[in-house]
Nanobody
Framework: QVQLVESGGGLVQAGGSLRLSCAVS????????MGWYRQAPGKQRELVAR???????NYADSVKGRFTISRDNAKNTLYLQMNSLKPEDTAVYYC?????????WGRGTQVTVSS
């Protein structure tokens, strides 16, 4: 089992920045990759950014150049630095951990970007 707890969401004006954190606990050794997903009202959950155990990253086209995913293995924490935020970035952001057999999810943190 893997437990994920997100933090760092909030209300920010367009053009501003936020950093999301995801505290990871449990069977950390079983994790192959981690990512951030988001879900806006009335829309499907979508991948925002992903990082593998080898450090390879990929991003949704809509956030490339603005968001950065990173991790601190010593702190067992995943981060998402979000810059130049836009109103369309408004969503609940979820932390995800991939193992061979399962995807684990946090409860999410709300990000609201005002225009």
């Amino acid at each position: 089992q893997v437990q994920l707890v997100e933090s760092g969401g909030g209300l920010v004006q367009a053009g501003g920045s936020l950093r999301l954190s995801c505290a990871v606990s449990g069977s950390i050794f079983s994790i192959n990759a981690m990512g951030w997903y988001r879900q806006a009202p009335g829309k499907q959950r979508e991948l925002v950014a992903r990082i593998t155990s080898l450090g390879s990253t990929n991003y949704a086209d809509s956030v490339k150049g603005r968001f950065t995913i990173s991790r601190d293995n010593a702190k067992n924490t995943l981060y998402l630095q979000m810059n130049s935020l836009k109103p369309e970035d408004t969503a609940v952001y979820y932390c995800n951990a991939e193992t061979t057999s399962w995807h684990f999810w946090g409860r999410g943190t709300q990000v609201t970007v005002s225009s």
